[in-house]
C-alpha cells in the first residue's frame, strides 16, 4: 500500500512540477537556462533524462512538436503518470490488482531500456557533432 502511495506521488510530483514551471517560462527562459541535471553540469553532457522536464512543458504549453524535440519521451512520460495515477489510485479503492502482468514485466523493462540506450546514444552522437568541446564545458559548471 506504501509503494502504491509514493507510486502516485512520485508521477504526480512529475505532472505538477513542470505544470509549474510553464506558469513561470516567461519570454520563453527554460530554453536558454542551464539545466538542474547533475550529471550535465559535471560532464557537459546530457544524460538519458535531460530534456524531459522541458518536454512536459512545451507539451503543457501546446507545442507538440518541441515536446519531441526536447525529448522523445516527454509525451509518453506525461501519458505513463497519467495511466499510474488512475491505475494505482483505483487499485487503491477497489483493492484489485490491475495491469500487474504489465507494470511487473522484464520483457517490457528490457525493451523499453534498449530503447532508450538506443535513443540516448543517438541524442549523444549528434551532441557531440553539433557542439565544439568549449561548447560542452560552457554547459557544465566548469566554464
Known sequence: MKLKIFGIAGAL??????????????HDHLQTDQSLCPFK???GFPC???GITKSL???YEGDV????????FGPFAFVF???????LT???ISGKEYFNSIFYSK??????????????LGRLVYFVKDHTSEEIIKESIWR
Open 13 to 26: 510530483l512529475t505532472l505538477v512540477i513542470p505544470f509549474f514551471l510553464m506558469l513561470h517560462n516567461d
Open 41 to 43: 553540469m559535471l560532464t
Open 48 to 50: 538519458p533524462g535531460c
Open 57 to 59: 512543458v512545451y507539451l
Open 65 to 72: 512538436a518541441k515536446s519531441f524535440s526536447y525529448h522523445l
Open 81 to 87: 503518470c497519467i495511466v499510474v495515477v488512475i491505475t
Open 90 to 92: 483505483a487499485e487503491l
Open 107 to 120: 520483457k517490457i523493462a528490457y525493451f523499453l531500456g534498449i530503447i532508450l540506450v538506443s535513443y540516448h
